[in-house]
């Protein structure tokens, strides 16, 4: 059955997350694929912190080919007819009156529950599992996100590793980049870390003992949640566009940008600290080591949930490199020594970064979250 037109329903949780993650696969379906989309968001303003092209002014509007739609929260219009595929981005709940009118459809439509990344083995129970609706002639099917074969894998557009590699190898394009961001000429000596992170003490000792290390750090930091912590250094809370100096470190402090330079960002470092999971994602593509800030959830549920990912990703690596890595991810996670851990995950960095890059391809062997969730559909619909 042909399944060209997509309705995709994403509501904004922190600002970021699930909205960075549904506008990339609204872009990979629509640009890569050639899908008809249409993608609801009940938070238009965040939106457009990432999507500068967007107005959120507008109910409706096209941008980058798509047919973005602010999602009303009372009298969901009659004449929205659902699309072929519908697409509820982590678990948000669909009105009730759109659910019956995808069970009035001639041919109901694919209905798809997409989930948070994981790597925790239950996922792969209840990956691709069906859901009956408990009245109406409809099946949703949940489909996790996820680092192996036997997940629905990770977003990847077409050409962007042979874009990143081009980067990667581009200096005077690298200098161009950081010219445009207001960031003063590196030091060819200098190390390039950005850093995206929740709320996190540990952000402080970590910066601290980059201060006092032998090698000059320069740190990028786009406004967010991490600048308060980042601001503890110094003596006045840093500003957009500001520099500040601290023993052998150098921080500067970059506005929010998009997705497409938040990419470039990360392919422009040395080392990445990211957040959630949209930048988690980004950040295996860059091909650079990499730390990972995972929500922080009651109970330590989200160690749990980190302990997995790291399962997987070390895979391969000497011991000894695998235990270091591990080591500074709890410490950055639970406000531990940091700085001890960052000594001894230091020394595997050569280690490390290869190892990125072998991570890298091995993600997308058997092909992207879009090219398994196409596969998937083809083969229920």
Same mark, same amino acid.
């Given at each position: ?36 989309? /249409? ?9 457009? /912190? ?37 697409? &509820? ?5 669909? *009105? ?37 609706? %408990? ?21 990847? &557009? ?21 010219? /445009? /961001? ?5 030091? &060819? ?26 090698? *000059? ?10 600048? %308060? ?90 011991? &000894? ?61």
């Amino acid at each position: 059955m042909n399944r060209q037109h997509w309705d995709i329903f994403c509501t904004v949780i922190d600002n970021y997350g699930d909205i960075g993650v549904t506008w990339r696969l609204a872009r990979r379906l629509a640009g890569d694929c050639g899908l008809t989309v /249409r993608l609801w968001v009940d938070d238009l303003a965040s939106f457009a /912190r990432i999507a500068p092209g967007l107005d959120p002014a507008l109910p409706q509007q096209t941008l980058a080919g798509i047919d973005v739609r602010l999602w009303p929260q009372a009298g969901w219009p009659a004449d929205i007819v659902p699309a072929d595929v519908v697409i &509820e981005a982590f678990g948000c709940r669909l *009105p009730d009156s759109f659910e019956q009118a995808m069970a009035a459809r001639a041919a109901p439509p694919v209905w798809i529950n997409l989930e948070y990344l994981s790597a925790e083995d239950w996922t792969r129970g209840c990956h691709k599992l069906p859901s009956p609706h %408990p009245r109406l002639p409809l099946t949703k099917h949940f489909f996790f996100p996820g680092f192996d074969a036997a997940s629905g894998g990770l977003i990847c &557009e077409d050409g962007l590793i042979a874009a990143r590699e081009a980067w990667q190898a581009d200096p005077e394009a690298q200098r161009d980049y950081w010219r /445009r /961001r207001n960031v003063p000429a590196l030091s &060819e000596n200098e190390w390039k870390v950005s850093l995206f992170a929740y709320d996190n003490p540990a952000a402080a000792k970590l910066l601290q003992a980059w201060a006092d290390g032998p090698q *000059p750090v320069r740190c990028l930091v786009p406004e967010g949640k991490a600048l %308060p912590v980042v601001s503890s250094l110094f003596d006045h809370p840093l500003q957009v566009g500001e520099h500040a100096q601290l023993g052998r470190l150098t921080i500067d402090v970059l506005p929010l940008s998009d997705q497409d330079d938040y990419d470039r960002l990360l392919w422009s470092c040395d080392f990445n600290c990211v957040r959630g999971e949209d930048s988690l994602v980004r950040s295996q593509w860059a091909a650079r080591p990499m730390l990972w800030h995972i929500y922080p959830q009651d109970d330590e549920a989200h160690i749990a949930k980190l302990q997995a990912f790291l399962d997987q990703y070390c895979a391969g690596l000497p011991d &000894e490199a695998a235990a270091a890595i591990r080591e500074l991810h709890l410490a950055w996670n639970r406000d531990g020594d940091i700085a001890t851990a960052w000594r001894n995950a230091a020394r595997w960095l050569p280690a490390w970064r290869r190892h990125a890059t072998n991570w890298q391809q091995q993600l997308l062997q058997g092909g992207d979250l879009a090219a398994r969730l196409l596969h998937f559909i083809a083969e229920i619909g």
